[in-house]
């Protein structure tokens, strides 16, 4: 009887495992119909001079199977073979229900592209459309594909000339359109915005500043380090090394954004946080920290490809660049003549104090190099 028992435990074992192993296999063979997330995901993008868009609408595949019957063996499987056999259908059933308009005309839809995609561990359907419109006006897009769901949604990222629109699109509310494009002065005024701000919350441009500003206020005497007795001299080193900085990278900014020169993320940011490390070391030998300007000239032009990232996230696009570019920069120097207005009457009447040049710079040079290092091992993937 033991023997018995033990015999069926090893069976069921048996037949547990290989019924496993045979739904792994069709799992990685062919995508399995799963319950719906309750959204579509579409991307348009249009050219602001050329008549043609093109589209890319990801719908979920369980979604799709109850009015299609996409899976035509009803085995909760999807295969290429019964994606080819709808094919027709899916791409006309999707296009029904999408409508995209500029300059209040419709804009003539076709079909390119169905394959299968997985999104949340779930089987989509990618529909690539291209489509033909008038050359200008603005942008419109609806869509009626919620499948009576009070809660479904189509994630909308219109892309044009005009910059990137991220939209929610939902049974009460179907439809988006563009607005009109904004005058010069309010995209100046919001990119200066956007440059005032950029530079108080980037932490690594900040730290870099104030290790130039910290022995501004300092001569290297005999014996090292000691306070400057001229106020019109930690002016002018103040004027030059803000200056220098300044310069330095409204050059690879503009470069950058006018798409002359465009270095990939990853090594500017490593190289940012690079450059606040050797600032902060520099500051603790006088002779080095001497040439500030040079400095901030070299590695400004760092910072500012990071500033240029930092552009095109906010949705700069080309053709129609020079006021974000001039607010952009703007802002970012007043953000910077804030911060040195705020830093360096403090550190002028710290000066003359020993515990400034003995301790208090030196000691704030050194950890802030330590943290930067910090940011650098973390931005070349050793952290």
Not at 108 to 118: A, E
Not at 226 to 236: D, K
Not at 354 to 369: D, E, I, N, T
Request: glycine letters at 10%; one cysteine or more; charged letters at 15%.
């Amino acid at each position: 009887m033991i023997a018995a028992a033990r015999a069926r435990k090893s069976i069921l074992r048996l037949a547990g495992g290989a019924l496993l192993a045979f739904g792994l296999c069709v799992v990685a063979g062919a995508p399995a119909l799963a319950h719906t997330n309750g959204t579509s995901y579409l991307t348009v993008s249009a050219d602001g001079d050329s008549p043609s868009l093109v589209a890319t609408w990801n719908i979920s595949a369980a979604d799709l199977q109850l009015p299609l019957e996409i899976d035509i063996d009803g085995d909760g499987v999807l295969t290429t073979r019964e994606i080819d056999a709808r094919r027709a259908t899916i791409v006309r059933f999707a296009t029904e229900r999408l409508r995209i308009r500029r300059g209040d005309a419709d804009c003539l839809l076709t079909g390119r592209g169905l394959t299968t995609v997985r999104r949340q561990s779930q089987p989509f359907l990618s529909l690539d459309l291209t489509g033909l419109c008038r050359r200008s006006g603005l942008m419109q897009v609806s869509t009626s594909l919620f499948f009576g769901s009070a809660g479904y949604s189509a994630l909308l990222d219109v892309r044009t000339a005009g910059g990137r629109a991220p939209a929610v699109l939902t049974a009460d509310a179907p439809s988006w359109t563009e607005l009109p494009a904004p005058s010069m002065l309010q995209s100046l005024q919001r990119f200066l915005h956007e440059g005032i701000w950029h530079i108080w919350r980037g932490y690594d441009h900040l730290a870099f500043l104030l290790l130039l500003l910290l022995p501004a206020v300092l001569e290297h005497g005999r014996s090292g380090w000691v306070g400057a007795q001229s106020l019109r001299a930690i002016g002018l080193r103040t004027l030059g090394v803000v200056s220098a900085f300044t310069l330095a990278h409204s050059i690879t900014l503009s470069l950058a954004t006018l798409g002359i020169m465009t270095p990939p993320t990853a090594p500017v940011e490593a190289a940012i946080a690079a450059s606040v490390v050797l600032a902060g070391l520099a500051n603790l030998i006088p002779r080095f920290a001497a040439h500030g300007a040079r400095m901030a000239f070299g590695f400004g032009l760092i910072h500012g490809f990071g500033f240029a990232t930092a552009l095109r996230e906010l949705g700069l696009m080309r053709g129609n660049i020079a006021a974000p570019l001039a607010g952009f920069n703007i802002g970012v120097e007043l953000g910077q003549l804030a911060v040195v207005a705020m830093a360096l009457p403090i550190l002028a009447l710290l000066r003359q104090r020993p515990v400034y040049h003995r301790l208090l710079m030196p000691g704030a040079s050194a950890a802030v190099a330590s943290l930067a290092a910090w940011w650098l091992l973390q931005r070349v993937g050793a952290m």
